[in-house]
């Protein structure tokens, strides 16, 4: 199979998913899925499915034709705990963006369409356990970005997992103490990278609730309103142009917030860096490569650079040697023991990582 003939299988079966589950016209279907033209999507609906997308839209139930919810189902190889998952977001959720209720993941979207304009809304994401598959709700409003909506949330949540595979090589940790790893732990991704990595700054030497509250106050200070009707969810978090449109001294911006000027400085750089296009974190082949380049910024050590490669770049052999939460689970093994473990884990060694605070 070709590149292109796995781009249009991929767009196919999100507009079939869309046809079936939602109420969009065909027309929108065939747009949010990414086919330019209607015409183009009926003729490749046609020779796949050896039926007009029409014709099974007629098969929809009327419940789902009536329903105004964009909801989508994305599925995932089991085992898969979700509620470690979601124990790890809500204690990390930046307030006004995240909101964890009722067992669901919700949040603000701020993307870019093809002409380079913001599209706003809000995602509301489920786990569906006897379908192995989460329920991704989204607002109509995030329709034109609907394939990079659903990207973001296939890393967030660590989708493309194959539990199986990692398990086999880090079983061998439940030698050390049982329990030590569990089939079907995910690494916990980002939805937004720089986010994610501003966030990891702010957090340096400090509790992860008050890395949340300094977050909160940069989204209420820089961020973008966002009508979205979910209570808790007002502002979209501040991009790199965000940050370096502000004049004068970064210092001057974030120290009223409680930001140290050392670690505004830091978010500045990263801001600056992604704007360039000099650091890229998305679809990142080259890992090593990035983190080479995080350590140059004065403030980030192996740590936060290693921690952004597990979260960001979807790096699946990041280890943190020096995390309190590690060298906890760990103990009383030293730093030079735990790395020495941890070479057999490789190239799983993110997932090691995770399993490892799971059982703090």
Known sequence: ??????????????????????????????????????????????????????????????????????????????PYHWDDMLAFLAGRAIAGVEVIKDGEYIRTVRLTDAKGRYIFGWIRVGHKPGKNALSVTVSETLLPVLPQVLARVRHLFDLCCEPGAIYEVLQTMNDIRPGLCTLGTRVPGCFDAFEMAARAVLGQQITVKAAGTLAARVVKAFGEPVQTGVEGLTHAFPTPADILALEGPIENHLGPLGVIAARAKTIHALARLLADGELDF??????????????????????????????????????????????RALAPHTTKEMLQMAEAWRPWRSYATVNLWNTL
């Open 282 to 327: 998305d679809l990142c082949a080259q890992p090593e490569k990035e983190i080479k380049k995080l350590l140059s910024i004065q403030g980030i050590g192996n740590w936060t650079a290693q921690y952004i490669a597990m979260r960001a770049m979807e790096w699946p052999d990041a280890f943190l040697e020096t995390d309190a939460g590690v060298k």
């Open 1 to 78: 199979m070709s590149p292109v003939q796995y781009l249009q299988t991929c767009r196919l079966l999100l507009a079939k998913n869309l046809l079936t589950d939602t109420n969009l016209s065909v027309l929108d279907v065939a747009m949010a899925s990414g086919f330019g033209s209607l015409r183009r999507f009926n003729d490749l609906f046609k020779k796949h499915y050896s039926l007009a997308p029409t014709a099974l839209r007629k098969r929809m139930s009327q419940e789902k034709r009536q329903s105004s919810h964009i909801t989508l189902a994305l599925g995932y190889r089991p």
